[in-house]
């Protein structure tokens, strides 16, 4: 298998779009996400194996750091780091769903959240430029600006491509930004360099589709862990019979692809606590 990295896919030409809309439903939506055309996907997709196996990929992923985008203690047990769409329907549902998480272990410290961007841009074209906003409502705002924007985004967007970008300034004033600042940073694309990055983070990730997450563990997962997952996951395979669950092979990183319903995020969480 090809492992060079893809070609620039936030200039995908737009002869492309018709067909990732065709695959989309057909790859990921048993995962409950919006999928990668085949042309961003060739040569960077590690195989998901049986539930008899683990897997052995490396499942490389850019250390966290001061730059990123966290709720939650750093420290944590487990480091969420969530690659989403802002454009993505899967992704917009998913939002609550780890606000949820966060409600319910972030206070302890046990889970953390790392947002990163990952726009699909031959389905959401809009989708990189509110990646953008959100890193603008960052520099005026810091972490918390980022939350609150990135919040009302998902709150307001039709999802879809549906989003208005005479919003996006609107959202910034929403949230206390300063209007003229904001659309300043926005019509500079400073910006877009960053978004293109978490992309192709998520690409060299493993990811083929959004949302979707990374688990970094404090404490590596065990065989029992892993079994006992692969089975919870069981229900989740794909129309290729591929699980959305996967495992690194020193145990401390577990990526999930697809919109998982908080039951079941809320069993693997357990399930990865355990000591």
Avoid at 11 to 26: K, Q
Avoid at 46 to 65: C, E, F, S
């Amino acid at each position: 298998m090809d492992s060079s990295p893809p070609q620039n896919t936030l200039t995908v030409p737009l002869a492309i779009v018709a067909a990732g809309l065709l695959i989309a439903g057909a790859i990921f939506l048993s995962k409950g996400g919006d999928a990668l055309p085949q042309s961003a996907r060739e040569g960077k997709n590690a195989p998901v194996l049986d539930n008899a196996q683990k897997q052995t990929a490396g499942l490389a992923i850019r250390a966290v750091a001061e730059d990123d985008h966290i709720r939650g203690n750093p420290n944590a047990d487990i480091v969420i780091v969530e690659y989403s769409d802002t454009e993505c329907p899967f992704c917009q549902r998913f939002h609550p769903t780890m606000q949820q998480v966060i409600d319910e272990y972030g206070k302890s410290g046990k889970v953390a959240w790392v947002y990163r961007h990952f726009p699909i841009i031959s389905l959401h074209p809009k989708a990189p430029k509110e990646a953008e906003a959100t890193e603008c409502a960052a520099e005026l705002g810091g972490n918390s600006g980022f939350w609150e924007y990135l919040d009302e985004l998902f709150r307001v967007t039709p999802a879809n491509n549906g989003l208005e970008p005479a919003e996006l300034p609107r959202i910034a004033e929403r949230v206390g930004l300063d209007r003229a600042a904001f659309e300043t940073c926005l019509a500079s694309g400073k910006y877009a360099e960053r978004v293109e990055r978490d992309y192709q983070g998520a690409v060299a990730s493993g990811g083929n589709g959004t949302p979707y997450n990374v688990f970094l563990l404090a404490r590596a997962a065990n065989t029992t862990t892993v079994q006992t997952l692969l089975a919870l996951y069981e229900l989740y395979r794909d129309q290729r019979g591929l699980l959305p669950i996967n495992f690194s092979e020193d145990g401390l990183r577990v990526s999930l692809g697809g919109a998982m319903p908080f039951y079941i995020l809320k069993q693997t969480i357990d399930e990865l606590l355990k000591r």
